[in-house]
């Protein structure tokens, strides 16, 4: 089993910035591939970003490419996404979320733990 307990989130202008945390307890976190995802109201869950064990490789939804970064710290056991130039349409509630499979990282079905989800509110 693994723990995910989220930090950060909140509200801010169009332009801002934010990050969130993510810590985990529980299994070696080093061996999972982590990821970021958000749910607007009314809609799908939504892929946002995800990072290898390593933290060599890392991956992007379009919408949120070279605006947001995300990062890992295996000696805390915490993964992070800052969020750059911020705009409305990146409210959702976001949730960090671990895969032990390290495929499919676009897809919410391989992630098998999840954070308890965070607010984050963009006004214009």
């Known amino acids: 089993q693994v723990q995910l307990v989220q930090s950060g989130g909140g509200l801010v202008q169009a332009g801002g910035s934010l990050r969130l945390s993510c810590v985990a307890s529980?299994?070696?976190?080093?061996?999972?591939?982590m990821g970021w995802f958000r749910q607007a109201p009314g809609k799908e869950r939504e892929f946002v970003a995800a990072?290898?064990?390593?933290?060599?490789?890392?991956y992007y939804a379009d919408s949120v490419k070279g605006r947001f970064t995300i990062s890992r710290d295996n000696a805390k056991n915490t993964v992070y996404l800052q969020m750059n130039s911020l705009k409305p349409e990146d409210t959702a509630v976001y949730y960090c979320?671990?895969?032990?499979?390290?495929?499919?990282?676009?897809?919410?079905?391989?992630?098998?733990?999840w954070g308890q989800g965070t607010q984050v509110t963009v006004s214009s």
């Open positions: 990072i290898r064990w390593s933290g060599t490789s890392t």
């Open positions: 979320a671990a895969n032990s499979l390290g495929t499919h990282w676009d897809t919410r079905s391989a992630y098998h733990y």
């Open positions: 529980g299994r070696t976190f080093s061996r999972y591939l």
